[in-house]
């Protein structure tokens, strides 16, 4: 029986080793999908820690993954975020965090300080064009430069094949040059 079998026979009878080992496992990846697309740490911390809660509900009530953990706890993770942001923008007028500036990118190279205005301004302006992406094309963006997937593995999670992956990202990847140059000019 392969890991990923086992894995998942011991979820579904609540082991408390193999939930363990779950979390430890996937937490870093489903953290960071949450980090690239929110730019806010506490923020992808509630969102990861909220998959894993849904991941035990889901798995208690029957609906669990049956096969694809990591693509459960990707697509999940995308579900919770693409959330996040229909809420937060259904408030206007609030700040948000991925809409402030965080404190403490000012004081970590007091040496340079052009260079650290620069970089914040550099990811500020790629934020701001990838949250304008489809949500096809933030996801596909998300798990290849940001989480580090492989075209198989994108494929994979977002339940396409390999040659429309690569269509995609090469979409959103021309979207994502204009809307840069755009906000250039």
């Not at 965080?102 to 301004?121: H, K, M, R």
């Not at 290849?144 to 690569?166: C, H, P, Q, W």
């Amino acid at each position: 029986m392969s890991a990923a079998l086992s894995e998942l026979d011991g979820l579904r009878l609540l082991d408390p080793q193999a939930i363990t080992s779950i979390h430890n496992r996937y937490y870093p990846e489903v953290y960071r999908f949450a980090y690239y697309r929110v730019n806010d740490e506490v923020t992808a911390e509630d969102i990861a820690s909220d998959v894993f809660m849904r991941l035990l509900e889901a798995v208690h009530e029957g609906h669990g993954p049956n096969t694809n953990l990591r693509g459960w706890l990707i697509s999940t993770t995308s579900n919770i975020v693409n959330d996040y942001f229909r809420k937060i923008y259904n408030r206007p007028g609030e700040d948000h965090p991925e809409m402030i500036e965080s404190d403490n990118l000012l004081v970590e190279d007091p040496v340079d300080p052009i260079a650290l205005t620069d970089a914040v301004e550099r990811s500020r302006l790629i934020q701001s064009a990838i949250n304008e992406l489809t949500e096809e094309q933030k996801q596909v963006i998300t798990l290849r430069f940001g989480n580090g997937y492989s075209l198989d593995e994108t494929a994979t999670v977002m339940g396409k094949n390999a040659n429309a992956i690569k269509a995609l990202q090469f979409r959103a990847l021309a979207a994502l040059r204009n809307l840069i140059r755009k906000d250039l000019l």
